[in-house]
Nanobody, 118 residues
Framework: VQLQASGGGLVQTGGSLTLSCAAS????????MGWYRQAPGKQRELVAAMITGDRKNYKDSVKGRFTISRDNTKNTMYLQMNNLKPEDTAVYYC?????????????WGQGTLVTVSS
C-alpha cells in the first residue's frame, strides 16, 4: 500500500484546511485509516482514526473541529480541519492498514506540513 498525503499549507488562526491521502496498491481490504501529526520537538501523536468507516476516534483537542472521512470511490481519505489554532501546527501523516493490529498501521504517507499563524 502506498499513501500520498497532500493539502497542507499556511493558514491563519481560525482558518480551515482539508488534507487528502490517496491510497494505491492493495487497498481493497484496508479497514484502519488515521491521521497523525508531529510538531517540532514533540512525538508523533494520533489526531483521528477511523475503522471501517464507522468507528471514529479523535484527539480531545481536535474534537468538534476536525473530521476524518473516506471516499472509497476515489481511494482517498480526508481530514477536514476547521477553526485551526497555532498549536495545530505540525507535519501531518496519514496511516493505514488491513487490520487494527498493529496500531498504528504499517503504512505511512510522506507527511504534509500545516502551519497556523497567530
Amino acid at each position: 500500500v502506498q499513501l500520498q498525503a497532500s493539502g497542507g499549507g499556511l493558514v491563519q488562526t481560525g482558518g480551515s484546511l482539508t488534507l487528502s491521502c490517496a491510497a494505491s496498491g492493495d487497498i481493497f481490504s484496508i479497514i484502519l485509516m488515521g491521521w497523525y501529526r508531529q510538531a517540532p520537538g514533540k512525538q508523533r501523536e494520533l489526531v483521528a482514526a477511523m475503522i471501517t468507516g464507522d468507528r471514529k476516534n479523535y484527539k480531545d483537542s481536535v474534537k468538534g473541529r476536525f473530521t476524518i472521512s473516506r471516499d472509497n470511490t476515489k481511494n482517498t481519505m480526508y481530514l477536514q480541519m476547521n477553526n485551526l489554532k497555532p498549536e495545530d501546527t505540525a507535519v501531518y501523516y496519514c496511516n493505514a492498514d488491513h487490520s487494527i493490529v498493529p496500531f498504528p498501521g504499517r503504512y505511512w504517507g510522506q507527511g504534509t506540513l500545516v502551519t497556523v499563524s497567530s
